[in-house]
DNA sequence: TTCTTAACCTGGAGGC
DNA sequence: TGCCTCCAGGTTAAGA
C-alpha cells in the first residue's frame, strides 16, 4: 500500500529516470485508470518529461510540453520504468518512451493516472485540500495541536485525515503512534502539548527510516524499477497483531479504528 | 460541523 | 479440489 514514504521513493527513482524521456505512445487498457481532465491524449505525443515531484500520495509529473500527468497509486498501484514489459499482470496504461515503457499497474484498479493542462496542476482540487507535508520545516507538534483541539475522533483516523497530514496512511500511523508511545484510540482532542510534539517527531522519524530503507512492501508495492521496499523487517507493530511487542514483550493488541485495522501495544502505548 | 459507515475492487487466506 | 466468505485499505459520498 502505497504512502508517502513509497511514493517518496518511487518519484526520486522516476526523477532520475525519466527525465528528457519522450512520449512515444499511450496504450490504455482499462479506460477508468487514464483521465483527461482538460488535455487531450494527443498532447501528450512528443512531450518529453522534465521533471517528477510528489504532494501527499500523489505524484505529479512535469513535461516540456503543455501537459501534466497526475498520479496516485491509491491501494495496489505502481508505476514501473522498464524495458521489458512482459513479466508485469495488471498493466493498466502504458506510456510507450522513445526508450522504454512507463508502466501504470493496478490490481485493484482505484488508481489512475490524470492528464491535465500544466498551469491546472496548482489548482487541482485534490491537491488543494492536502494538509502540510510531514517533512516540512513547517510541520511540527504546535502544528498538530493547534488543528486537533475539539476533535473526538481516535487520534489514529485523525492522522489519516489527508486534509491534516498529507500522506499518512494507516501503516505509518500505526507505527508513528507507537513511537510516540500514544494509543490509536486516545482522542485526538486529549493530546497535550508534549504528546504532540512526541507524535510529530514520531511521524518524521518513521517516515525518514522508511525511504531510507526503499520502502515497506506487503503484496503489492514496488518501486519504480519494479523492486520490493525493505522497511517490512522494521515495523514494529502494524500487521503484527497477536506477536510480541518488540520493547516490552507484552502481546500487541489488533483493534479496528475507524473502520482500519490497527495494532498497539497496551502497555508501551497510553 | 463533525463523525461514522458504505462503496469501490480484486487477490489471497481460511473454512467447509 | 472447489466453492464461499472475509479481509486488506485510500478516498469519497451519504447519512446520522
Known amino acids: 500500500m502505497p504512502e508517502l514514504p513509497e511514493v517518496e521513493v518511487i518519484c526520486r527513482q522516476l526523477n532520475e529516470q525519466l527525465r528528457g524521456k519522450r512520449v512515444q505512445g499511450v496504450e490504455v487498457y482499462l479506460p477508468k485508470s487514464f483521465h483527461l481532465a482538460g488535455a487531450k491524449e494527443a498532447d501528450l505525443i512528443g512531450a518529453a518529461f522534465t521533471k517528477v515531484a510528489r504532494r501527499g500520495k500523489y505524484i505529479i509529473i512535469e513535461t516540456d510540453s503543455n501537459v501534466a500527468l497526475i498520479v496516485h497509486l491509491r491501494m495496489t498501484g505502481a508505476l514501473i520504468y522498464t524495458h521489458d514489459a512482459s513479466p508485469y499482470t495488471h498493466v493498466r496504461t502504458c506510456l510507450h518512451l522513445d526508450d ?126 519494479g523492486r520490493r521496499g525493505e522497511h517490512v523487517h522494521y515495523l514494529q507493530v502494524y500487521g503484527r497483531g497477536g506477536e510480541p511487542c518488540r520493547r516490552c514483550g507484552k502481546v500487541l493488541k489488533k483493534v479496528k479504528v475507524g473502520g482500519r485495522a490497527s495494532v498497539y501495544c497496551t502497555h508501551c502505548q497510553k
Open 100 to 225: 522504454g515503457d512507463l508502466l501504470y499497474k493496478d490490481v485493484r484498479t482505484f488508481g489512475g493516472i490524470t492528464v491535465l493542462p500544466a498551469q491546472a496542476v496548482a489548482t487541482y482540487p485534490a491537491l488543494q485540500k492536502l494538509g502540510r507535508e510531514p517533512l516540512s520545516e513547517a510541520f511540527n507538534g504546535d502544528y498538530l495541536y493547534r488543528l486537533s483541539r475539539g476533535r473526538t475522533i481516535p487520534v489514529k483516523s485523525f492522522l489519516l485525515q489527508q486534509d491534516k497530514v498529507a500522506g499518512i496512511g494507516n501503516i505509518y500511523a500505526d507505527e508513528a503512534l507507537f513511537v510516540a508511545g500514544i494509543r490509536p484510540t486516545k482522542a485526538a482532542g486529549k493530546l497535550t502539548k508534549k504528546a504532540a510534539n512526541a507524535l510529530a517527531a514520531a511521524i518524521q522519524k518513521v517516515m525518514r527510516d522508511s525511504i531510507a530503507h526503499g520502502g515497506t512492501s506487503f503484496r503489492d508495492y514496488r518501486d519504480g524499477n
